[in-house]
């Protein structure tokens, strides 16, 4: 059984981040998102990872430019091959200093072994409350991605 570690990465949001509203490009937060989820996995299963598909990203506020993001990262759930990545994404007005949450995702990533095969990764320890809720979210997240990857593959589209 293995403890998560909590990844986190700071950045600041540049004009070449932005879209013509003047906010932070949505694709550009995705990036980062994607990023620190790599790197959650990674160090959590101790091999190389590939995404193997998002879930449903929440854009709940608007990232100005200027600000600084924080993006924090977890393995909240373990399989076999497969770890459930949970990304939040804050935003904190360097002028104002409110620190606002302004997206949150699920990440699901596979290890790979040398020769890009699915490869075992540890149990993870879940231990507080919290822990559970996150655990049981992404227990959720993870069937549907499933049941949508069945489905899309039986309809041949
Ligand atoms: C992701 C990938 C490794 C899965 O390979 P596969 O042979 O279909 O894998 P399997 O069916 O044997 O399943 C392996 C694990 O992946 C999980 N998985 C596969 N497809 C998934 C999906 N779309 N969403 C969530 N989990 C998925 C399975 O649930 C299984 O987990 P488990 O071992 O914990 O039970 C493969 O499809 C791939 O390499 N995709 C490209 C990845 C990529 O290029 N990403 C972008 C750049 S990082």
């Known amino acids: 059984m293995k403890k998560a570690?909590?990844?986190?990465?700071?950045?600041?949001?540049?004009?070449?981040?932005?879209?013509?509203?003047g906010t932070m490009f949505g694709g550009k937060v995705m990036a980062i998102m994607d990023k620190v989820a790599a790197i959650?996995?990674?160090r959590f299963c101790g091999k190389s990872v590939v995404t193997a598909s998002t879930e449903a990203i929440v854009f709940k506020k608007p990232i100005q430019q200027g600000d600084?993001?924080?993006?924090?990262?977890?393995?909240v759930?373990?399989?076999?091959?497969?770890?459930v990545v949970k990304v939040d994404v804050y935003a904190e007005n360097p002028r104002s200093g409110e620190y606002a949450h302004c997206t949150t995702a699920h990440f699901n990533f596979v290890a790979l072994d040398d020769e890009g095969r699915p490869a075992p990764v540890p149990p993870l320890l879940v231990e507080t409350e919290e822990e559970k809720r996150h655990y049981e979210v992404a227990e959720f997240v993870k069937k549907q991605a499933l049941e949508r990857k069945k489905k899309i593959e039986?309809?041949?589209?």
Do not use: C, H, Y
């Open 154 to 157: 039986e309809s041949g589209i």
């Open 5 to 21: 570690e909590i990844i986190k990465s700071w950045e600041l949001v540049f004009p070449n981040d932005t879209n013509p509203r």
């Open 77 to 83: 759930w373990s399989g076999k091959t497969s770890m």
């Open 68 to 75: 600084r993001i924080q993006t924090i990262g977890q393995v």
């Open 40 to 42: 959650a996995a990674a």
